[in-house]
């Protein structure tokens, strides 16, 4: 069975900090798609990243961030410098199998950034 | 890059009346369609997807239907709407071939059965 786990149901910054989104996942499959989505107030779900389960390396995309670590099932989001932009909810995703046709979804974590 | 269009942004519909939600997509040909469901303060679930014209996949019984009359169109339908049937509707679009595994999605409908 797949899983996606998003701990942190809502968190708050001050604007300028920097904040960590949690994501944990559980897959019997060896290869996989890990994936990032925001969702700003319209709604709308804006792809950000997409990680294969062969690849480990780190990505840095201007003041994102993402951590992915096998060892311990986390493909974790960092923001740098937050900004009042960044206010959204984020889902983790994951794809087992390459080809497959269902993302599984976390419940997501609502991020606000205060001015 | 695909362009991935839904219409009605907004609906109210009373309880046991039909519904057709509409889904098109531009910029790529035969994509794999998907239409997802996100009740309030929750996460997505896949209620179909399509491989192809006429093909439907559904992940979960229930009060709705799918349909794909054309290359770039997916449709989501209900003879009689349930209230337990609001929420938001995203269709979602994905290039098939190896290396394109990547879903994108339209804006959005935002469906409220009275």
């Known amino acids: 069975a797949q899983k996606v786990t998003q701990a942190q149901t809502e968190i708050s910054v001050v604007e300028k900090e920097d904040v960590t989104l949690d994501c944990v996942y559980e897959?019997?499959?060896?290869?996989?798609?890990l994936f990032w989505y925001k969702q700003p107030p319209s709604g709308e779900l804006v792809f950000l990243i997409r990680r294969n389960s062969f690849d480990e390396q780190n990505e840095i995309s201007g003041r994102y961030s993402w951590n992915f670590q096998k060892s311990t099932s986390s493909f974790n989001f960092t923001i740098t410098a937050s900004q009042v932009v960044d206010s959204a909810v984020y889902f983790c995703?994951?794809?087992?199998?390459?080809?497959?046709?269902?993302?599984?979804f976390g419940t997501g974590t609502r991020l606000t950034v205060i001015p | 890059s695909q362009t991935i269009h839904q219409w009605p942004a907004t609906l109210v519909q009373p309880v046991g009346s039909p519904l057709s939600l509409e889904c098109t997509v531009e910029?790529?040909?035969?994509?794999?369609l998907y239409w997802y469901r996100q009740a309030a303060g929750r996460g997505l679930q896949l209620l179909f997807y399509s491989v192809g014209i006429g093909q439907i996949s559904s992940e979960v019984p229930q009060n709705l239907s799918a349909s794909r009359p054309q290359d770039r169109q997916f449709i989501l339908s209900s003879k009689k709407l349930l209230l337990s049937d609001s929420g938001f509707y995203l269709c979602a679009c994905e290039r098939t071939g190896q290396g394109e595994e990547t879903q994108y999605f339209g804006p959005g409908t935002r469906l409220l059965v009275l």
């Open positions: 897959t019997r499959d060896t290869t996989y798609y």
């Open positions: 995703a994951l794809t087992p199998n390459f080809g497959a046709n269902n993302l599984f």
């Open positions: 910029g790529t040909s035969n994509p794999n």
